[in-house]
């Protein structure tokens, strides 16, 4: 990063880096305070919420930590797999770390305290829907469920 970052600069390019499962870093307060390390306005952090349940305990808290450094949102919620296995895997044993990307209200992410800390922080970056989890024949319909869902939230905690 030290030889990347003045590159960033010098060319105004943006960097949005992600805790992810199974990755470096899993952790939502040890990327943040990885990117704030860094120092550069071109670092920034994204927040997956399907992730939730691997960055931390508190998607609220987790967003007031991120921030002074947070830009970009992936919204899809996710079963939090701390409550046991609820998944079928294959091959049994599978070492795979297991998180969906459904529809918003399929999951267990929580949606209030997302939203509600995201307006709380004053957040104004970009919010992209991340489902994977339907076939082609519902992705559509996905679509536009996940695009009138953000909306609600949005208009909800974000009154002008």
């Given amino acids: 990063m030290d030889e990347l970052v003045p590159i960033f600069e010098k060319e105004n390019l943006l960097l949005y880096l992600e805790a992810h499962p199974d990755d470096f870093i899993e952790d939502n307060t040890t990327a943040v305070d990885m990117i704030q390390a860094m120092g550069s306005p071109m670092v920034k952090y994204l927040y997956c ?13 987790m967003i007031r930590y991120a921030a002074p450094v947070l830009a970009h949102l992936h919204v899809a919620d996710t079963f939090n797999h701390k409550l046991g296995w609820r998944y079928v895997v294959n091959p049994p044993g599978s070492t795979a770390r297991i998180h969906q990307h459904l529809n918003i209200g399929e999951g267990e992410v929580d949606w209030e305290g997302f939203f509600g800390a995201l307006a709380e922080v004053g957040f104004d970056g970009i919010m992209t829907s991340q489902v994977f989890a339907y076939l082609p024949d519902k992705a559509v319909a996905s679509t536009r469920f996940m695009r009138a869902k953000i909306q609600e939230y949005v208009d909800k905690y974000w009154k002008t």
């Fill in 49 to 61: 919420a399907s992730h939730t349940f691997y960055l931390g305990d508190d998607v609220a808290a």
